[in-house]
T-cell receptor
Framework: NAGVTQTPKFQVLKTGQSMTLQCAQD?????MSWYRQDPGMGLRLIHY???????DQGEVPNGYNVSRSTTEDFPLRLLSAAPSQTSVYFC??????????FGPGTRLTVL | AQSVTQPDIHITVSEGASLELRCNYS??????LFWYVQSPGQGLQLLLK??????LVQGIKGFEAEFKRSQSSFNLRKPSVHWSDAAEYFC?????????????FGTGTLLAVQP
């Protein structure tokens, strides 16, 4: 069991570039989430999904898109990166009513 | 508004001393409560959780936490801190009976351990 995997670990973008942060889980969980972590602000929910084809917005969704075509994968897209999106991004997979499992994170810098 | 407050941004304790990290929450319904730990450059690991029942819950690595409904608190404790406990600790709240995939996190407490 790999748990939750995220790629890449590190990424540097220029303002206006696009990219996709990848997230995959092998625990067959329906629920998955994306958070961003900024100093002094804890983790904030960006988007979440309750199953393939079903996604919804969290606290800070602006500038991010998600889709969920399979149970295993939940990619996060930045269509036009901005310096304000410099952050550490965590993907999580949830066993409902039990525990949320976090990936190792992607550290993104937007210049 | 739903929120989690961790009033201590940074705490330093001596190895072997006791530890208490504070967490207060504001939530419109009965919550699920969690404590996570994050080592530098790592993801989050669940220490313990409270869903219902006994208000004193035991977790991994010798941690425990007590749910006090009247005080809207869920403080984390450890009787004797080890150097390896140095990390950042996050309290989180989620919807009771819900999917727990929409957690609200506090801003974290950074723990330093002196030899």
């Amino acid at each position: 069991n790999a748990g939750v995997t995220q790629t890449p670990k590190f990424q540097v973008l220029k303002t206006g570039q696009s990219m996709t942060l990848q997230c995959a889980q092998d625990m067959n969980h329906e629920y998955m989430s994306w958070y961003r972590q900024d100093p002094g602000m804890g983790l904030r929910l960006i988007h979440y999904s309750v199953g393939a084809g079903i996604t919804d917005q969290g606290e800070v969704p602006n500038g991010y898109n998600v889709s969920r075509s399979t149970t295993e994968d939940f990619p996060l897209r930045l269509l036009s990166a901005a310096p304000s999106q410099t952050s550490v991004y965590f993907c999580a997979s949830t066993d409902p009513g039990v525990e949320q499992f976090f990936g190792p994170g992607t550290r993104l810098t937007v210049l | 508004a739903q929120s989690v407050t961790q009033p201590d941004i940074h705490i330093t304790v001596s190895e072997g001393a006791s530890l208490e990290l504070r967490c207060n929450y504001s939530y419109g319904a009965t919550p699920y409560l969690f404590w996570y730990v994050q080592s530098p450059g790592q993801g989050l690991q669940l220490l313990l959780k409270y869903f219902s029942g006994d208000t004193l819950v035991q977790g991994i690595k010798g941690f425990e936490a007590e749910f006090k409904r009247s005080q809207s608190s869920f403080n984390l404790r450890k009787p004797s801190v080890h150097w390896s406990d140095a990390a950042e600790y996050f309290c989180a709240v989620g919807p009771y009976g819900g999917a727990t995939n929409k957690l609200i996190f506090g801003t974290g407490t950074l723990l330093a351990v002196q030899p």
